[in-house]
Structure formats: structure tokens, C-alpha cells
């Protein structure tokens, strides 16, 4: 309940922040709309070309896309450390974190939500509902509780990935430049993972698992069998990332040395 307590604090003075400079509000989630949809314009500029990729049509890759959209956002939301370094080691404010009796990373997490984000999981929602009923697509059951199951091993492979990495400004006591290349490695996952080589098919399963963040999920719901036991792993590559880097983060606050004078 205390944990409960601060998440609705934060929000709540997140919210009245924002509501001040509503205008700003509002530039910010249509800018990031606008940066996802020119991502899917490259999609359908693609397809211009060609009439299918490695097999897959274009409503096949728009709803991967589309899935992306989805877990990437509330990671965004709920987990967004991009300034980490400058501005907990650099600046100092590491030290704050630590005087308090919240644990430290959801302290960091809250202090650095980002609920705009959340109109791109919306809009991702509605490509894939787009891109579902122009294949024709039948929806079972089980699909729903799939999606949300899917969703959160996704999300949570995001925050290991990302958590692992922010990890090392702490052992460094200095901020890192590792996450620009990591976030430009991610967007391979919003396309099928078939398409590459052998070598980056294996980075992005099993080293760098972006491909459970978008394709392998979005496979099961397109019923392509040959993917579903990938599909069925997210969650459990989630757990696991999570623990891994939650483990490496507290590690990382144990040699913390502070910012000195």
C-alpha cells in the first residue's frame, strides 16, 4: 500500500504539472504520434515495391508494428531512465534517491513518468485492429488474455534491457552512451525477425531479445505456427530479464560512491 500511495502521488502531481502548460501537453503526444506514424509510412513505402517481405504482406507487417507500438509505450510511460546518467550521476541526485525509504529504482521510475506516451500504446492498439480485420483474422478466446500476457513479458524484457545498461553509470560513477545504440538496435524487433541474417537473428533472440518485443508476439495472434513457441517464451524472458537486471541495479547501488563535492 505504500508503494500504491507514492505511484498515485507522483501521478497526481504529474498530472497538475502538465495541466498548467496544456498546450505543451498536447504538442508532445502528437509529436509522438507523428514520429510513430512516419515510421509506419516507411512500412507502406516499402510495400510499394514490393508485394511481400521474406513472405510476409504488408497488413502482416503493419500489425507487428502495430504490437510494437503497444509494450514500447507503457515502457516509455512507466520506465523511461534515457537521462539517467546526466542527471542522477552527473548532477548529483543519485544521492537524494538514496535518503529516502522508497527503494531507489521506483524512485527513479516515478520521478521520470511519462504518461503522453501512453496515446502511442492507443494508436498501436488501433493499427493492429486495423491491420487485423484487413487479414481477416478470427478472434478466439483466448486471444485477449494472450495479448495482455504478451504485452507484460514484452514490457518487461524493456525494463530489464534497459535497467541492466542504466546499471553500469552506477558502477562507473559516470553516465554511459551505450543507450542511444540500444534504442536504434530495438527497432529491428517491429519487423520480422526472418528477414535478417542468421547472426542477427540470434543477437536479437537470445542476446539482445527485441525480437520478443514486437515479432514474436505479434506472430502468435497471425497464426504462424512456426513462431508460436518463441511467442510463448515472452513472458518467461520477461521474468527473467527483470530479476537479472533488478539484481545487477542493486549491485550497482552498493558501489555507488556519490557525486563528491
Known amino acids: ?18 495541466l498548467t502548460y496544456r498546450s505543451d501537453f ?11 506514424f512516419m515510421n509506419l509510412f516507411f512500412i507502406l513505402v516499402v510495400y510499394m515495391h514490393t508485394d511481400t517481405l521474406d513472405g510476409w504482406v504488408r497488413a502482416e507487417v503493419i500489425f507487428i508494428y502495430g504490437y510494437f507500438m503497444v509494450p514500447y ?25 538514496l535518503t529516502r525509504p522508497a527503494h531507489n529504482l521506483f524512485q527513479v521510475m516515478l520521478e521520470n513518468m511519462n504518461p503522453p506516451a501512453l496515446f502511442g500504446a492507443i494508436a498501436g492498439f488501433a493499427v493492429m485492429v486495423y491491420a487485423w480485420s484487413d487479414l481477416g483474422l478470427a478472434l478466439s478466446w483466448y486471444d485477449p488474455i494472450m495479448f495482455l500476457l504478451l504485452v507484460v513479458g514484452s514490457v518487461m524484457i524493456y525494463f530489464g534491457i534497459y535497467v ?13 552512451g551505450i543507450l542511444p545504440l540500444i534504442w536504434n538496435i ?31 508476439p505479434a506472430a502468435f495472434f497471425l497464426r504462424r505456427e512456426s513462431f508460436m513457441m518463441m511467442a510463448m517464451l515472452t513472458p518467461i524472458v520477461g521474468v527473467v530479464l527483470m530479476l537479472l537486471s533488478i539484481w545487477i541495479w542493486n549491485i550497482g547501488v552498493r558501489r555507488y560512491r556519490g557525486a563528491g563535492s
Not at 1 to 17: D, G, V
Not at 73 to 97: A, P, T
Not at 188 to 216: D, E, H
Request: aromatic share 22%.
Open 73 to 97: 509505450s507503457v515502457f516509455l510511460c512507466f520506465f523511461n531512465l534515457w537521462g539517467f546518467g546526466d542527471r542522477y550521476i552527473v548532477k548529483g541526485e543519485m544521492d537524494r534517491v
Open 186 to 216: 530495438q527497432n529491428y524487433g517491429r519487423y520480422p525477425v526472418s528477414i535478417y541474417n542468421g547472426i542477427i537473428r540470434v543477437v536479437l533472440t537470445w542476446v539482445l531479445p527485441f525480437a520478443f518485443v514486437g515479432f514474436y
Open 164 to 176: 541492466s545498461l542504466t546499471s553500469l553509470s552506477l558502477f562507473s560513477d559516470s553516465p554511459t
Open 1 to 18: 500500500m505504500f508503494y500504491i500511495s507514492l505511484f498515485s502521488e507522483y501521478l497526481q502531481n504529474y498530472i497538475k504539472t502538465r
Open 26 to 36: 498536447w504538442i508532445e503526444v502528437l509529436s509522438d504520434l507523428a514520429f510513430n
